[in-house]
């Protein structure tokens, strides 16, 4: 697994029944910060071209997104319990199973650890699986603070396809309208 630039700074490990100190307090800040909702645009590459862009919103537990990979844009729409797809040139379609989650913030919300980087940047550490990754490996994610309360995340795996990175942008929106079923 590589990151952009290398680590340095303290280390914090997220201790047992959730005490944080240091750059785990600052994260933890900037999950707080989307609240009840957000927008996201996420960009998975492959050897240097794209290979899924994916972008929506949540608000509290719905989530209303799009993802466009090999040349199709399917949207999806989730109001818990209840799932849509909408396909190109077709209707809303009700799913029992097989719909993505909408929340890309969920799979951030738990690393193992967490270093301040020193540069405006931290590094987290996750389990590969937490990003739905195969392999039993560590992945650090490079996580950026923005001013404005947006959080970029970017990290990097080897694939049999070539390198892969994904590039996500969080985006406060605690004030957007309601997703409601299709």
Known sequence: MTTPGGSSGPTTSFPAGGATTGPTERLTAAFAAF????????????????????????????????VESNGATITYRTIPPRSWV???????????TGAPDGDPLDALRHPTAVVDRGDGHLEATYPAAALGLAGSDTVTVVLTLAADGALEAIYSAKTANGSATSATKLTPAPSQPPIVAP
């Not at 645009?41 to 209303?64: M, N, P």
């Not at 909408?86 to 799913?95: D, F, I, N, R, T």
């Open 35 to 66: 609240g009840t909702g957000y927008t996201f645009d996420t960009t998975i590459t492959v050897a240097g071209k794209v290979a899924t862009h994916a972008h929506g919103r949540t608000l509290g537990d719905a989530s209303d997104f799009e």
């Open 86 to 96: 909408l396909e190109p040139g077709k209707s809303w379609v009700a799913v029992d």
